[in-house]
């Protein structure tokens, strides 16, 4: 089992950074691949991005390739996501979430293979 506690969301303004924390609770979480989803009003959740368990392998959203990066520390149980270059699309509920299942890069940006999730933080970025 694994808690997952998200925080660091905010208002921001375009072309502003912002840095999302999620703290894991349990003695297994360096084994479970960790990614960070959001959800947009009146939009369907999306991948992010995601890191394998051992922080070799991370994958992207393209339109974030270059702006957000995840990272993690196994050693303090946390994951978090520096975003840069923040613009008005970035605007969403940011969900993190671990996966025992997904090994694969198809499989990292599928939330259907991810059991656990945080209760989300609100990131809005202001024109």
């Known amino acids: 089992q694994v808690q997952l506690v998200e925080s660091g969301g905010g208002l921001v303004q375009a072309g502003g950074s912002l840095r999302l924390s999620c703290a894991a609770s349990g003695r297994t979480f360096s084994t479970y691949g960790m990614g960070w989803f959001r959800q947009a009003p009146g939009k369907e959740r999306e991948f992010v991005t995601a890191?394998?368990?051992?922080?070799?392998?991370?994958y992207y959203l393209d339109s974030v390739k270059g702006r957000f990066t995840i990272s993690r520390d196994n050693a303090e149980n946390m994951v978090f996501l520096q975003m840069n270059s923040l613009n008005p699309e970035d605007t969403a509920v940011y969900y993190c979430?671990?996966?025992?299942?997904?090994?694969?890069?198809?499989?990292?940006?599928?939330?259907?293979?991810?059991?656990?999730w945080g209760q989300g933080t609100q990131v809005t970025v202001s024109s």
């Open positions: 890191i394998s368990w051992n922080g070799r392998d991370t």
């Open positions: 979430a671990a996966t025992g299942l997904a090994y694969t890069e198809s499989k990292y940006r599928d939330d259907r293979f991810y059991a656990y």
